[in-house]
């Protein structure tokens, strides 16, 4: 994803829909972008059907906003009579637009809390938000969100019945956390794991989501596997504390990504606890953890360092009464940005790559 193409999608921004006068990157309509040696811009255009009316304006509108910065370039546009979820038939879940799986290489680095207050801060940001804690072995979202003890309700009005998600204000959650006991410990073999994963995915009656935010367990194990085989995913984020022990193990779970038969783009890196700063003592920050390995794992990765995450009480005491939700919480406003950047990451990858699709790994 090279600036060219970052400002090509950008500039496609302006370009509104005519009937739905929303642009057409939010309407996830850009598809298979390139830019080809001679500097010709091409890109397929998806509409909803030989019947639709507003092709010729919507010709013009592209060839305006990239002449407006690439004068010189030939613009191909091929329009294509269907939408982009026609392209994923093994998409179990089309009512779902973009999932996004939260991971680490090592357990301690904070992903849980930066998939609650990730998912907190897409839902200020006026988006559909879904949350699934594929953490089985410690499923810590529903403390996280007050919701511990409460049991999801089943639906039968399908063929199969399906576990509905527990909502709290506008955000929907799966968790193995509110099926079993709280202090029951969770033994589990690789097949059965892979059943409750499928189950979370395909057994639930999720509800139409911009984004699935999937916390995922540390490591490179049967999970994570099963994950890439049954969620068609859109991309995964990485975290990493600044320690050089927990690069080292975020370069491992990265790695399995980008694997070429699993192909999951890393979309970025959020570095967590970069910094301490008492509150008697304003400015004066301690590199408690060291510092750099978030830039190196972006680096490593060939992506973007979303953001730096400082310590701060007040944020590790919400999550354990239950408040990831409040607002005027201190890293609020950090998470907002990560997640404006994580949006413009997910619309690019969009513009770029085909849906997601669910891979077959070999053993």
């Known amino acids: 994803m090279n600036e060219r193409t970052e400002q090509i999608v950008n500039a496609l921004r302006s370009v509104l829909e005519p009937v739905r006068k929303i642009d ?3 309407l996830r309509m850009l598809r298979d972008l390139r830019v080809d040696a001679q500097g010709g811009i091409h890109m397929n255009i998806y509409i909803p059907g030989k019947a639709y009316s507003e092709q010729a304006v919507l010709y013009q509108r592209i060839h305006e906003a990239l002449a407006a910065i690439f004068p010189e370039a030939t613009v191909h546009v091929h329009f294509i009579n269907s939408m982009p979820s026609a392209e994923a038939p093994n998409l179990t879940v089309p009512q779902i637009s973009n999932i996004i ?4 290489g090592k357990g301690g680095v904070g992903k849980s809390t930066i998939s609650a207050s990730l998912a907190s801060a897409l839902i200020r940001a006026g988006y559909r938000v879904g949350l699934m804690d594929a953490d089985l072995y410690g499923p810590s979202i529903p403390a996280m969100f007050g919701i511990a003890g409460q049991k999801p309700a089943v639906t039968h009005d399908g063929p199969t019945p399906k576990l509905v998600p527990i909502q709290t204000g506008r955000l929907h959650i799966v968790s ?3 099926i079993i006991d709280p202090e029951q410990a969770v033994v589990l073999r690789g097949p059965r794991l892979a059943a409750i994963i499928k189950q979370f995915f395909n057994d639930t009656a999720w509800p139409p989501l911009d984004y699935l935010v999937v916390d995922l367990p540390p490591g490179t194990g049967d999970i994570q596997l099963t994950l890439v ?7 995964v984020v990485m975290v990493t504390t600044p320690q050089e022990i927990a690069y080292i193990d975020a370069i491992k779970a990265a790695n399995m990504f980008q694997m070429e038969q699993i192909a999951v783009p890393v ?3 959020i570095e967590n606890m970069s910094w301490f700063e008492p509150p008697e003592l304003p400015g004066k920050r301690y ?3 060291g510092q750099g390995a978030g830039a190196r794992l972006a680096d490593y ?7 730096q995450l400082p310590i701060v009480e007040e944020h590790r005491m919400s999550m354990d009464t239950g408040q990831a939700l409040s607002d005027g919480l201190r890293l609020n406003d950090d998470f907002d940005r990560i997640a404006s950047l994580l949006i413009k990451k997910v619309d690019l990858r969009n513009a770029i790559f085909s849906p997601g699709l669910a891979v077959q790994v070999q053993s």
Not at 101 to 104: D, E, L, N, R
Not at 301 to 307: D, H, N
């Open 24 to 26: 057409i990157i939010t």
């Open 101 to 104: 799986a939260v991971a680490s």
């Open 176 to 178: 193995l956390g509110n």
């Open 229 to 235: 085989q049954t969620i068609p995913l859109t991309g």
């Open 267 to 269: 979309l970025g890196v």
């Open 287 to 289: 590199y408690l953890f």
């Open 301 to 307: 990765t060939q992506t973007t360092l979303l953001g």
